[in-house]
C-alpha cells in the first residue's frame, strides 16, 4: 500500500504560518511512524508531500499523485479557514486518482466531519489519529471499501451507502509514550530559522487542564497527558545525532502536570534541567501561560540553561473585561507585564498573541490591546477573533445565532464574522491601522537590522508574511488573488 500524505498550503492571512514554516509536518511524521504491519508482511510505503512552504501556487499535489500513484491520500486539515482549499484539493485527487481512498484528518475535520465527507473525502480520522489511522489502514489493507460502512471501528467518520455517519469516538491514548515517535526519515526536512543545523517539533504532552472560551484544544485533545521525561530525552537525543539544532514543542502550553496545573513546576523544571545537562545544544522554542511563568520563574531559568530562545504567550487582552471575553478572567496587565519581564530580563524572545474583535470587548478593551501589547512583546501578533469549531465559545455563538455553521469557514484572522450590530468594515479597519502603526514605527524596523540572530530572522520573516498578505490583498482587489 502507498500512502501519501499531505498539508494544505499556506493562506496568505496566516501571518505568523510564515515565520515558522521552517518546521516539517510533524503530526504526519507521527501517524506515518505508527503505521501497522500489512497483511501480506511490511509496512505500507509513505510520502510525506509539505506545501506549507509554497506561497505563489496552490500546491503539487497533481504531480505527486503521478509520480508516487498512491493508493490512499490523507489531508490533515488543522484549521477551518483552510477547508476550501482542502476540499478542492480532495476534488483534484478524485479527478486524478479515482481508485485512492481519500482520507481527512485534523481539528478542522474532526469538528466538521460531514462538510469534508460531503467534499469529497471517504473517511475523516477525528480527534487523536495515530492508531484510529493504523486501524483504518489495517481496515483498508484487508480489503475493506469506501461506501460499505465502517463496522466495529471507532473515531471514523465514514459513509455508509450514501449516508454520512459518524463512528463513535475512540479513547484517547493514555500512555502517549506506547506511541512510535515521528518518523523523521520520511518527514521533509526544514533548516532552522535562529540555528544553523536543521529543526524539528516534538512534543511534551497533549490536551490542557485550562479553558479559556475561544479555544479547541481541550474538545479536540481531552484530560491533559504527559509523555515521560526519559521518552522526551530520548527523542531529543535522537534529533542531535540527526543534526537537528532547533526545537519547538507544539504543546498549547508548556508547564503542565497530569492534569494538576499545582504539580507541573517539578517534571518540567526537571525534563529541561536534564536537556542543559546533556548538553544538547538546542535553541528551544514553546508556547507558556502568562500566570506559569509569573508563579515560577525557577522554571524559565531552566528553560533557559537548555536553550530557550522563544516564547509564544498568549496575553490576549489586558482589561478586566477584554480578558473575561476571552475566558481569561484569572490574568490581569500587570501580571501579563510580569511574565513579559520574566523572559526579557533572561534574553528570552516574547511572541505576544492578541485576540481583537470579541463581540463583549468594548472599544476601552480594544484600545488597551493595541496601548501595552506592543509594550510587552518582542513581537506582536493581532489575529481577529474567530471563535474555533469545537471550542465553548463556537457553540454559544452558534446557538445564540451570533454566528453560522459557514463563517468557520472564514476564520482567516482577518474577517469579522459576529451579527452583533458592528460594522465588519470598521472593526477591520481599526485593526489594520493597528498593525499598520506597529509595523512602520522604528522600533519595529529597527529589529530587521538587529544584532541579534535570532531577533533580526524573526523579524525578517515577520515582514514577508506581512508582505504577502498584503500582496494577496491588492492582487484580490483586481480579481488577480493568490492563495
Given at each position: 500500500?502507498?500512502?501519501?500524505?499531505?498539508?494544505?498550503?499556506?493562506r496568505?492571512?496566516?501571518?505568523?504560518?510564515?515565520?515558522?514554516?521552517?518546521?516539517?509536518?510533524?503530526?504526519?511524521?507521527?501517524?506515518?511512524?505508527?503505521l501497522?504491519?500489512?497483511?501480506?508482511?511490511?509496512r505500507?510505503?509513505?510520502?510525506?508531500?509539505?506545501?506549507?512552504?509554497?506561497?505563489?501556487?496552490?500546491?503539487?499535489?497533481?504531480?505527486?499523485?503521478?509520480d508516487?500513484?498512491?493508493d490512499?491520500?490523507?489531508?490533515a486539515n488543522?484549521?477551518?479557514?483552510?477547508t476550501?482549499?482542502?476540499?478542492?484539493?480532495?476534488?483534484?485527487?478524485?479527478?486524478?486518482?479515482?481508485?485512492?481512498?481519500?482520507?481527512?484528518?485534523?481539528q478542522?475535520?474532526?469538528?466538521?466531519?460531514?462538510?469534508?465527507l460531503?467534499?469529497?473525502?471517504?473517511?475523516?480520522?477525528?480527534f487523536?489519529?495515530?492508531?484510529?489511522?493504523?486501524?483504518?489502514?489495517?481496515?483498508?489493507?484487508?480489503?475493506?471499501?469506501?461506501?460499505?460502512?465502517?463496522?466495529?471501528?471507532r473515531?471514523?467518520?465514514?459513509?455508509?451507502?450514501?449516508v454520512?455517519?459518524?463512528?463513535?469516538?475512540?479513547?484517547?491514548?493514555?500512555?502517549?509514550d506506547?506511541?512510535?515517535?515521528?518518523d523523521r526519515?520520511?518527514?521533509?526536512?526544514r533548516?532552522?530559522?535562529?540555528?544553523?543545523?536543521?529543526?524539528?517539533?516534538?512534543?511534551?504532552g497533549?490536551?490542557?487542564?485550562?479553558?479559556?472560551?475561544?479555544?479547541s484544544?481541550?474538545?479536540?485533545w481531552?484530560?491533559?497527558?504527559?509523555?515521560?521525561?526519559?521518552?522526551?530525552?530520548?527523542?531529543?537525543e535522537d534529533l542531535?545525532?540527526?543534526?537537528?539544532?532547533?526545537?519547538?514543542?507544539?504543546?498549547?502550553t508548556?508547564?503542565?502536570?497530569?492534569g494538576d496545573?499545582?504539580?507541573?513546576?517539578?517534571?518540567?523544571?526537571?525534563?529541561?534541567?536534564?536537556i542543559?545537562?546533556?548538553?544538547?545544544?538546542?535553541?528551544?522554542?514553546?508556547?507558556?501561560?502568562?500566570?506559569?511563568t509569573?508563579?515560577?520563574?525557577?522554571?524559565?531559568?531552566?528553560?533557559?540553561?537548555?536553550?530557550?530562545?522563544l516564547?509564544?504567550?498568549?496575553?490576549?487582552?489586558?482589561?478586566?473585561?477584554?480578558?473575561?471575553?476571552?475566558?481569561?478572567?484569572?490574568?490581569?496587565?500587570?501580571?501579563?507585564?510580569?511574565a513579559?519581564?520574566?523572559?526579557?530580563?533572561?534574553?528570552?524572545?516574547?511572541?505576544?498573541?492578541?485576540?481583537?474583535?470579541?463581540?463583549?470587548?468594548?472599544?476601552?478593551?480594544l484600545?488597551?490591546?493595541?496601548?501595552?501589547?506592543?509594550?510587552?512583546?518582542?513581537?506582536?501578533?493581532l489575529?481577529m477573533?474567530?471563535?474555533?469549531?469545537?471550542?465553548?465559545?463556537y457553540h454559544?455563538?452558534?446557538?445564540r445565532?451570533?454566528?453560522?455553521?459557514?463563517?468557520?469557514?472564514d476564520?482567516?484572522?482577518?474577517?469579522?464574522?459576529?451579527?452583533?450590530?458592528?460594522?465588519?468594515?470598521?472593526?477591520?479597519?481599526?485593526?489594520?491601522?493597528?498593525?499598520?502603526?506597529?509595523?512602520?514605527?522604528?522600533?519595529?524596523?529597527?529589529?530587521?537590522?538587529?544584532?541579534?540572530?535570532?531577533?533580526?530572522?524573526?523579524?525578517?520573516?515577520?515582514?514577508?508574511?506581512v508582505?504577502?498578505?498584503?500582496?494577496?490583498?491588492?492582487?484580490?482587489?483586481?480579481?488577480a488573488?493568490?492563495?
Open positions: 500500500m502507498r500512502i501519501l500524505l499531505t498539508t494544505p498550503p499556506m496568505s492571512f496566516n501571518v505568523s504560518g510564515v515565520v515558522f514554516t521552517n518546521f516539517g509536518p510533524y503530526n504526519l511524521a507521527r501517524l506515518a511512524a505508527n501497522p504491519e500489512l497483511p501480506g508482511g511490511g505500507p510505503v509513505v510520502r510525506i508531500a509539505d506545501y506549507n512552504t509554497l506561497r505563489l501556487r496552490e500546491h503539487r499535489l497533481a504531480e505527486d499523485i503521478r508516487f500513484e498512491p490512499l491520500i490523507g489531508i488543522p484549521f477551518s479557514g483552510y476550501r482549499g482542502v476540499v478542492e484539493m480532495a476534488r483534484l485527487a478524485r479527478r486524478l486518482r479515482p481508485q485512492a481512498v481519500l482520507v481527512a484528518g485534523g478542522a475535520a474532526t469538528f466538521q466531519w460531514e462538510r469534508h460531503r467534499g469529497g473525502f471517504d473517511f475523516v480520522v477525528r487523536e489519529g495515530e492508531r484510529v489511522f493504523a486501524d483504518l489502514v489495517r481496515f483498508l489493507a484487508e480489503g475493506g471499501r469506501p461506501r460499505a460502512g465502517y463496522p466495529g471501528f473515531g471514523v467518520a465514514y459513509w455508509d451507502g450514501e454520512p455517519k459518524q463512528g463513535q469516538r475512540a479513547a484517547f491514548v493514555r500512555d502517549l506506547a506511541l512510535r515517535p515521528a526519515d520520511v518527514e521533509p526536512r533548516r532552522g530559522l535562529v540555528s544553523p543545523g536543521w529543526s524539528a517539533l516534538t512534543e511534551i497533549r490536551g490542557c487542564p485550562y479553558h479559556c472560551s475561544f479555544c484544544q481541550p474538545g479536540m481531552g484530560r491533559y497527558r504527559r509523555r515521560s521525561n526519559e521518552a522526551i530525552l530520548a527523542e531529543l542531535a545525532r540527526r543534526g537537528f539544532t532547533e526545537v519547538n514543542f507544539v504543546d498549547d508548556v508547564g503542565v502536570d497530569h496545573p499545582t504539580r507541573f513546576p517539578d517534571v518540567t523544571t526537571a525534563l529541561f534541567e536534564e542543559a545537562r546533556r548538553g544538547l545544544n538546542l535553541k528551544i522554542g514553546l508556547c507558556l501561560r502568562a500566570d506559569t509569573a508563579r515560577h520563574p525557577e522554571m524559565v531559568d531552566a528553560m533557559v540553561r537548555a536553550g530557550l530562545v516564547v509564544n504567550m498568549g496575553f490576549e487582552s489586558y482589561t478586566r473585561g477584554g480578558l473575561a471575553a476571552v475566558g481569561k478572567s484569572e490574568s490581569s496587565l500587570e501580571l501579563n507585564r510580569r513579559s519581564r520574566i523572559l526579557r530580563e533572561r534574553g528570552v524572545l516574547v511572541w505576544g498573541s492578541h485576540i481583537y474583535g470579541a463581540p463583549s470587548q468594548t472599544d476601552e478593551d484600545a488597551a490591546t493595541a496601548r501595552h501589547g506592543p509594550e510587552v512583546s518582542d513581537f506582536f501578533r489575529t477573533a474567530s471563535p474555533l469549531p469545537g471550542s465553548a465559545a454559544k455563538m452558534l446557538a445565532g451570533i454566528i453560522d455553521e459557514d463563517a468557520s469557514l476564520n482567516t484572522y482577518w474577517h469579522y464574522n459576529f451579527k452583533d450590530g458592528r460594522d465588519p468594515d470598521k472593526v477591520r479597519r481599526d485593526m489594520s491601522l493597528i498593525l499598520a502603526r506597529y509595523y512602520a514605527s522604528p522600533a519595529s524596523l529597527g529589529k530587521l537590522l538587529h544584532r541579534d540572530r535570532a531577533v533580526r530572522r524573526l523579524a525578517r520573516r515577520t515582514y514577508q508574511g508582505a504577502f498578505f498584503a500582496l494577496h490583498r491588492a492582487l484580490g482587489a483586481v480579481g488573488g493568490i492563495p
